[in-house]
């Protein structure tokens, strides 16, 4: 018998939901949820037992959990053998590994990489809309095609008609941080034309800059290298190869966790090239993850200390990324006490791809949309 999630009203409070999760299948010990970031958390904590399903007395396992009515995580089963998985980094990978969608959900599945199984997707009623994300079949499709730019992978969109004939003097341009899971993975190509034909955003050519390698966690760490090598290499490429603008104003760049560090961090550095900065759960405790220490939270400290920038910024993060809301929250005081041209949004979700898919197109739509749009 088909189980699909069981969402219904909490008892005591209108605002949530209880939702239930059940698992069928063959033989096991227990079964482990991961709802993304809820469980990684007590994971941090030590304590994985809030996440054990509980078996019933027809061989079934379930679990409920009470969550708020606008929440949205992607999440996976992850039936095991023996004891209980632990909570070490390497019990932790094993589980993320082999854990596995759930077989009677009711949304289309989150996509993943290096091998791992796609991830279940549930959003509760009140979660904030996703009109752009899935691929749409009445909307012209651009064409994605891969190039070498400095030595670096760069997948670039084109927007429908691109090349047919006459167009603007020069392409609106989107740069997105971790190109190889936006292009490869979750299809943003899809979305980009879906708010291409809803006139959401103008024609934009978007580079999808490959940063998921070894070289993270120096790429994107506030490199002035890095932001100089897009700066100075990439965009004046795609001008001559692609028409694509060299006007700040309508020059986007957008990452998530590092990258979204190193989004805001380009319009810090370069606003002569990068006049609009889109990040999402962006990890501005960098270079210490103790909160308020001297040595922590470095590029809001220069917002802070500095002359203000030419740029405008679109910020989001969301309520159980424990581990950044508040940085992000510091940083949105700093830039409104600045001045800055900035939109900020607090979605009830994780550090999570189920939510960033979403946030991207309202952040480019904010960012590059028509100013009757984003008001």
Request: a negative charge.
């Amino acid at each position: 018998m088909e189980t699909p999630p069981l969402v219904t009203p909490d008892p005591v409070d209108p605002a949530y939901r209880l939702v239930t999760l059940t698992h069928r299948g063959g033989p096991c010990d227990g079964v482990l949820a991961l709802l993304h970031t809820v469980t990684d958390k007590d994971r941090h904590a030590g304590d994985l037992t809030p996440h054990l399903m509980t078996r019933r007395d027809d061989g079934s396992w379930t679990i409920t959990y009470r969550l708020r009515a606008d929440h949205r995580a992607s999440y996976q089963l992850h039936p095991f053998h023996g004891d209980a998985p632990g909570t070490a980094r390497p019990d932790w990978l094993h589980v993320l590994d082999h854990a596995r969608p759930d077989p009677y959900d009711t949304e289309p599945r989150l996509p993943a990489r290096d091998g791992r199984h796609p991830a279940s997707v549930l959003s509760l009623p009140d979660a904030p809309a996703q009109p752009y994300v899935r691929r749409r079949e009445d909307v012209p499709r651009g064409r994605t095609v891969p190039h070498t730019v400095a030595g670096r992978r760069v997948d670039v969109h084109l927007p429908a008609g691109h090349g047919d004939g006459p167009h603007p003097a020069a392409f609106p341009v989107a740069v997105l941080l971790d190109g190889e899971m936006w292009g490869e993975v979750l299809s943003v190509g899809d979305t980009l034309d879906n708010l291409t034909a809803d006139g959401a955003i103008p024609p934009t050519v978007a580079l999808l800059v490959h940063t998921m390698g070894p070289g993270r966690p120096d790429d994107l760490s506030c490199n002035p290298a890095f932001v100089d090598l897009l700066a100075d290499r990439l965009l004046p490429w795609a001008a001559q190869e692609f028409g694509a603008t060299t006007d700040p104003a309508r020059t986007v760049i957008a990452g998530q966790s590092a990258g979204g560090l190193t989004a805001v961090y380009a319009a810090y550095r370069r606003p002569e090239r990068f006049g609009n900065a889109l990040s999402q759960s962006g990890s501005f405790w960098w270079p210490d993850e103790t909160e308020f220490d001297e040595g922590s939270e470095w590029l809001t400290r220069r917002f802070a200390a500095e002359e203000r920038r030419a740029a405008r910024f679109y910020v989001e993060v969301g309520l159980q990324e424990w581990m950044l809301l508040t940085q992000n929250r510091h940083l949105r005081d700093v830039l409104v006490a600045r001045g800055y041209d900035l939109a900020y949004r607090e979605f009830n979700g994780g550090h999570d791809y189920a939510c960033w898919r979403g946030g991207l197109a309202d952040g480019l739509a904010h960012l590059l949309g028509s100013p009757e749009r984003t008001k």
